[in-house]
């Protein structure tokens, strides 16, 4: 291990467990280390806990079994549920992790009912980035091709019972658990530097109000600061793909929390994956078809809308449509459309493609092949479920991703590349949350959980898998570090 500056005569703050960044992860990291025992300390630079759990949908990927799947009608089983995850979230997918996150989903899910968060047994039955309704459980593209190949389809994304985004409930729910379990925390404080002594990391320097703050963590320090997105000159040295693109943050995620171990000899995986949200809406994406810039078809409509992202980001370089015809659209209730409105409308299918500059008559005979397809009930170029297959009927529009979406309680739609992201990668850690060297050994005294670490992540993604794996191995790091 990489010694850092000296280690300080005296310590402005002592305590077992340090944890530094009061996300998902942090704060099951706080609840466990509390719980065990250890006297725990949590830092967040931001003026309250949250991060950017607090602003999202709140979905968590949970199956083999759940009270809610049974509720709702699906048997699953932890098998399923890794053989979807491997596929669905590979190539690279760690299978230690999916194994050992499947196996104990189901008591997972209890961890978090009996922490207080609350989850109807209803079913939102159609792609969806975050359901209008307060049903406690989507597909997540688990019913889609190929995953209806490789395992038995059963919806696993579970939704606190918050009418469209949940991350904030959620959050209030694990900070009030780490608060009661005697976690304390202070704010405003950025950690800047890990303190090794004796061999093993000892502390953290940190700046609050302009001043150095030094902490010693007896036990351990447990890394759980978000990914890199917000930090445009990580993504230009390890995920150049994500660069220029909107931020899926709370505007923290500058990553100081993975340079700040790889400055001590920590490894780290993945440094090229991420998330990428597609600005669409999937209930139109699965009604009409997505073509790209040679009008050609490129990825089932149906799927979970972050897949679609990633094909067409790093396939297609964002230059995709959506092709709706009126009642596709119609069919899709107006508060449900995000403020999407077509771009282009035109008689015909040629005219439609000459509008949005695709090469000539190539719309056309796109459309003419799905509609031939779609009138049979099958779709053997991207295996559309029968459900969404109907032809479609000029007058027709094109939607322009580029325009942007306005999710509930954003007041406008902003304009951009159509894409928003954020990192996967991190670093490399064990099962229960021991962060590695470069050597494969564990680096004593430290750990890490969520975006700051490598999850179960290859380079695919699935919504839910992020809150998931944050509070799954979040629970395991904070456990580790307080024995
Ligand atoms: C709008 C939106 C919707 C989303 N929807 C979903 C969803 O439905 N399901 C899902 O699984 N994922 C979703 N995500 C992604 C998910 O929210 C994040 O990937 C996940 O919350 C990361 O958790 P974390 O605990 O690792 O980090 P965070 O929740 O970001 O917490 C990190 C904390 O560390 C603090 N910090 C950072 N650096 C330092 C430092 N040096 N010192 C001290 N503190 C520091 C930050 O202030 C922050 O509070 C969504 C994200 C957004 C923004």
Redesign the pocket.
């Known amino acids: 291990m990489v010694e850092t500056s000296e280690q300080p005569a005296t310590f402005d703050l002592e305590t077992d467990v340090l944890v ?8 099951a990291a706080a609840f466990e280390a509390a719980s065990a025992g250890a006297e725990v300390l949590v ?4 003026g309250g ?13 949970l199956g083999g079994g759940t009270p809610i799947q049974h509720a709702c009608g699906f048997d699953d089983s932890p098998e399923q549920m890794a053989a979807f995850l491997r596929a669905a979230l590979g190539p690279g997918a760690d299978a230690a992790k999916i194994e050992l996150y499947s196996a104990e989903s189901v008591a997972h899910f209890h961890w978090l009912v009996e922490r207080g968060v609350p989850f109807r047994p209803s079913l939102w039955d159609a792609p969806a980035w ?1 359901p209008p309704t307060d049903d406690g459980l989507m597909w997540l593209g688990e019913n889609s091709w190929p995953f209806t190949e490789l395992a038995t389809p059963a919806p696993r994304g579970h ?1 606190p019972t918050a009418q469209d ?3 904030k409930l959620l ?1 209030e729910v694990l900070v009030a658990a780490a608060e009661s379990a005697g976690a304390r925390a202070q704010y405003d ?4 530097e890990l303190i090794v002594a004796d061999g093993r990391v000892a502390g953290v320097r ?1 700046r609050r109000y302009g001043r150095e703050l030094t902490v010693r963590a007896r036990r351990g320090v447990v890394l ?4 890199f997105v917000d930090d445009e000159q990580m993504l230009a040295a390890h995920a150049p793909r994500l660069t220029g693109h909107t931020k ?3 505007g ?3 990553g ?2 993975i340079r ?1 171990a790889q400055a001590i000899g920590a490894a780290v995986r993945h440094m090229s994956t991420g ?1 990428v949200g597609i600005a669409l809406i999937p209930g139109l994406a699965a009604r009409g078809i997505l073509v790209n810039g040679r009008g050609r078809r490129f990825v089932t409509e149906d799927t979970y809308p972050g897949r679609i992202g990633q094909a067409a980001l790093f396939r297609e370089d964002m230059g995709v449509w959506v092709i709706v015809d009126e009642r596709a659209f119609e069919d899709v209730p107006e508060p449900q459309r995000w403020g999407v409105r077509p771009a282009h409308l035109a008689e015909t299918a040629a005219e439609l493609g000459d509008a949005i500059g695709l090469p000539h008559g190539a719309l056309a005979e796109t459309l003419t092949r799905y509609n031939e397809f779609a009138a049979r009930g099958t779709d053997p170029d991207f295996h559309k479920a029968s459900r969404w297959l109907r032809p479609l009927t000029p007058p027709l529009a094109a939607v322009d991703i580029r325009a942007g979406v306005r ?1 509930p309680g954003q007041s406008t739609a902003r304009r951009g590349t159509g894409a928003s992201v ?1 990192t996967l990668g991190g670093l490399h850690t064990t099962v229960d949350g021991a962060v590695l060297d470069l050597g494969g050994a564990p680096i004593p005294g430290l750990f890490a ?4 670490s490598a999850g179960l992540h290859g380079e695919g993604y699935i ?6 794996d ?1 509070t799954f191995f ?1 629970r395991r790091a904070g456990a580790t570090a307080a024995r």
């Open positions: 530094i960044g009061y996300g998902c992860a942090g704060a830092l967040d630079r931001a806990p949250g991060g950017a759990s607090a602003l999202s949908g709140g979905e968590i990927y975050v939704r985004f949940g991350g959050m404080s950025a950690a800047t940190a759980t600061t978000g990914g899926v943050s709370a923290t995620d500058d100081s929390g700040m998330q999710p954020f959980a969520g975006r700051a919504s839910g898998t992020s809150l998931g944050g979040g």
